[in-house]
């Protein structure tokens, strides 16, 4: 059996980010992939199956490294304080990573093209933004228990602000940040 070249697979995984940035997800292949990471094709193919397996196994990676990563907050804190705490953790991971962020919201967008088991499963919402909304709703601090609204005026947004500066070679301010995050946190706490 062959050895994991981790050199490959990086080329491989930073090949896949600007195509997808650049020509979209419809017009990724591995035929393409494996032209611009410099390899075979028939390395591409030890590592992944197809298109659905690779997408599917960098989608999975990404978010836990965007998401999945982050520390769940003291609960000493307030739920409020604690919402803070994780989306300054999130936006310092997207910060550091636009790429992945460019390429998990292509996905998100775009289910069809993961394997059939993982799709719907995208989210920004992690383990650590999980515990905060638990601890909010259980003391009734929420103005809605509708997690999909919940992502939607606080995550989405950042992502968005994010993203969109990252792509013009700007960056967000610290003040805007707390601005956004204040802006979230009156939509979403009572």
Not at 57 to 85: I, M, N, R, Y
Not at 122 to 147: C, D, E, F, H, W
Not at 153 to 181: A, C, F, H, K, Y
Request: net charge negative; proline share 4%.
């Amino acid at each position: 059996m062959r050895t994991r070249d981790s050199n490959k697979i990086k080329a491989l995984e930073d090949a896949t980010y600007d195509l997808v940035e650049e020509a979209g997800i419809a017009n990724f292949s591995i035929n393409k992939l494996a032209k611009r990471a410099g390899v075979s094709v028939a390395t591409a193919y030890i590592y992944y199956a197809n298109k659905a397996d690779l997408l599917g196994q960098l989608f999975e990676k990404v978010q836990t490294l965007l998401v999945g990563s982050t520390a769940v907050p003291d609960d000493d804190q307030t739920p409020q304080e604690q919402f803070e705490v994780v989306m300054r953790a999130y936006a310092q991971t997207f910060e550091q990573h636009p790429k992945q962020v460019a390429f998990m919201a292509t996905l998100v967008a775009n289910p069809e093209f993961l394997p059939t088991e993982i799709q719907g499963e995208g989210s920004l919402l992690g383990p650590a933004m999980l515990t905060v909304i638990k601890r909010a709703y259980q003391q009734q601090l929420l103005m809605t228990a509708n997690v999909d609204i919940i992502v939607a005026q606080s995550l989405q947004p950042m992502q968005w602000l994010l993203q969109s500066r990252l792509r013009n070679g700007l960056t967000v301010s610290n003040d805007e940040l707390t601005e956004l995050i204040a802006l979230a946190s009156r939509a979403l706490f009572k």
